[in-house]
């Protein structure tokens, strides 16, 4: 990330942290079909498609679908923003109110004019460390909500 006049430059990275996450929760879901007693031709079929799901997130979390991966993000300080995605489309819209902004992940939402919203979730280790408390910043100081005041960051 840079700081360029009153803009952060966001270059993102795929999660080690989310793809560690996603294996247990994967893995703890599979052993929960395992455990239903389900016949045999249920509990191959429920297996398999939680393989299928798996593999779909791993493409997409761990940035090998240049479609769903956001590579830069650019946070004006008038709360608009402007995205790359991997095939180096651009979107760009304002700061959506719905965020959570927590020491350890920042969720946020970019509106878009006659567009689905982008709903982004960073963690630490996917962008540089000494940057991560400006996103967290930025975050705080665009369109917050009542929900959000108590929180630490």
């Known amino acids: 990330m840079a700081r360029t006049g009153d803009r952060l430059h966001i270059t993102l990275r795929p999660s080690k942290i989310l793809l560690i996450a996603l294996g247990f929760a994967y893995a703890g879901a599979a052993a929960c079909v395992t455990a239903l007693g389900l016949s045999a031709v249920l509990t191959v079929a429920m ?88 996103l967290r910043v930025w975050l705080r100081g665009h369109g917050r909500n009542e929900a959000n005041h108590g929180g630490r960051g």
Request: net charge neutral.
């Open 47 to 134: 297996l398999g498609l939680l393989a299928l799901s798996a593999f779909c997130d791993w493409r997409t979390y761990s940035g090998r679908d240049p479609r769903r991966r956001i590579s830069e993000l650019v946070l004006n300080a008038d709360g608009r923003w402007l995205v790359v995605d991997g095939e180096g489309r651009i979107a760009s819209g304002a700061a959506g109110v719905e965020r959570l902004v927590h020491p350890l992940a920042v969720s946020f939402t970019l509106e878009r004019a006659e567009a689905k919203p982008i709903r982004i979730l960073i963690l630490p280790d996917m962008i540089e460390e000494a940057h991560w408390r400006g």
